[in-house]
């Protein structure tokens, strides 16, 4: 399609570590001119934020049909956040163009042909007076794509000044790879990054997560458990390639025999070592990393990543990024996209067989909230 213009659109996820609900403001043509704007994040209900957990490490149940009633909540807290948001950050409702509703991951199988985010796209577009664009997945995964990840071709946009070869690396519950060498896109899910660990910390201590890695930084590698983990078959798989947030968890019990930080410790160098092995899967060694998503933010982590990769390795902010927003800022790009009908995705992406348009587009009904602003 012709260049289209620039539009303001909002972009909301809550990613497989569910901390919350992220919410973010960007101004875009859906191509190459992006500019950046606020993002908030809201934390789900306790008693919700448990009920998702409880649907994520329970498989039959997160692949069931029969979610309609906590897909509703779901939806609801979403809209109840984008809503708070506009609010906070004095925004005219009527000058967002576009919605884009990842909503909550609780299952990916795509060799199935499987992929489930909740989050109503008619609902949210009725609840914000907003058009709405959710399902970014499902096209993709329809077509033989592995579905994720989805935010390189934003990850393309945002580099296009910076030296390649460059790596980007996102660590939320999953971590993934964006890696950018002048036309070269190449994407897929490295392992594991802070879902087993915050798992792990959650049961033996209560806390949420290991924060600033401290738990981890104190404990020793039982490097022999760590060569076990390293033995699954995924990393030797050629990319494309994408995982369930609780893909490792079974085999991950192992360090269940070691200390609270000896486990931490163990879990943080799976992380770091799976994520090491996208280095198998790309053309030439990256220049350097760029680490966005939460696991930035574990010092851990970030010490052993420059340790065993042996180039920079910084957060996004070291480029002016914004690290705890940049995954829902890909949600408002890609609805532009969607809007555009411009592909989501490409074979070096997400291994489906051409590149690939997705999202299904909700219109603000009649009388909503927009049109009365």
């Known amino acids: 399609m012709a260049d289209g213009p620039v539009i303001t659109a909002i972009g909301a996820i809550s990613g497989t570590s569910m ?11 859906g191509a190459a001119c992006v500019e950046t704007g606020a993002g908030a994040s809201y934390p789900y209900e306790d008693g919700l934020r448990e009920e998702l957990r409880q649907v994520i490490a329970t498989p039959e149940v997160a692949e069931h049909a029969a979610l309609d009633a906590l897909e509703a909540q779901v939806t609801c807290a979403h809209a109840q956040a984008i809503n708070r948001f506009i609010d906070e950050h004095g925004l005219a409702r009527a000058s967002v163009a576009v919605l884009g509703l990842h909503g909550q991951t609780v299952f990916h199988r795509p060799e199935r042909r499987v992929t489930r985010q909740l989050g109503l796209g008619a609902l949210t577009a009725e609840l914000t007076g907003i058009t709405t664009v959710n399902r970014f997945r499902h096209a993709d995964v329809a077509a033989g794509g592995e579905g994720a990840p989805l935010v390189p071709l934003y990850h393309r946009a945002l580099a296009s000044g910076l030296a390649q070869p460059l790596m980007v690396l996102n660590l939320g519950g999953v971590a993934n790879v964006t890696y ?22 959650r049961q033996r201590t209560g806390a949420p997560f290991d924060a600033d890695g401290r738990l981890s930084g104190a404990g020793r590698i039982d490097r ?32 269940e025999i070691l200390s609270d930080a000896d486990g931490a410790a163990t879990l943080a160098a799976f992380t770091v070592e799976a994520t090491a092995r996208a280095l198998d899967h790309v ?7 760029l680490v966005a998503g939460g696991g930035r933010l574990n010092r851990t982590f970030m010490r052993l990543f420059a340790a065993r990769l042996g180039v920079p390795v910084e957060p996004v902010e070291r480029v002016g990024w914004d690290g705890d927003f940049l ?47």
């Open 224 to 255: 022999q458990i760590l060569a076990s983990l390293m033995s699954n078959p995924f990393f030797a798989r050629p990319a494309p390639k994408s995982l369930d947030r609780q893909d490792f968890h079974e085999r991950a019990g192992m360090v």
């Open 283 to 289: 053309p030439k060694r990256p220049l350097r990393w």
């Open 19 to 29: 901390d919350g609900i992220d919410v973010a403001l960007i101004r875009t043509d």
């Open 180 to 201: 950018l060498d002048g036309d070269t896109v190449i994407a897929f899910d490295t392992g594991p990054a802070s879902a087993l660990l915050d798992d792990f910390v």
């Open 327 to 373: 995954e829902a800022q890909c949600f408002g790009y890609l609805a532009v996209r969607s809007l555009r009908a411009l592909p989501l995705s490409l074979p070096t992406t997400t291994g489906v067989p051409a590149p690939q348009t997705g999202g299904e587009i909700w219109p603000a009904p009649a009388g909503t909230a927009r049109d009365s602003n």
